[in-house]
């Protein structure tokens, strides 16, 4: 029991992350961790607008072929999947390593980023 609590306030004493300047693996780790979900909030931001965007597109159109919108869906289902993969083979040029984690999502933010530039792109090149 004491050794749990001596734990948690070493742990409550831990100075906070600083991404500016990480100075241990497990930041590096953890800053890349935060950069991907900075990333991925900025997708999901856009993504609604995106929806919105290609519904009205879709409005008025029948022409027998899938909308637009399930076209969407069904790319963006694929992208998160390519993502998914491409970054874990990425992430075994140090696999089983601690840096793996670095690897891991430093490539899905840079490839989420891509992504979000790819769906504003489908709004503002119109």
Known sequence: ??????SLVAWAQEPPLDCRDPQTQHDLNQCAARDFEEADRALNDVWPQVVAYVRAQDE???DGRPSGESRLREAQRAWL????AHCTVDSYAMRGGSAEPLLYNGCRARTTEARTAQLRALILDQ
């Open 60 to 62: 008025g159109e029948d």
């Open 1 to 6: 029991m004491i050794i749990v609590l001596l």
């Open 81 to 84: 999947t390519f993502r998914d």
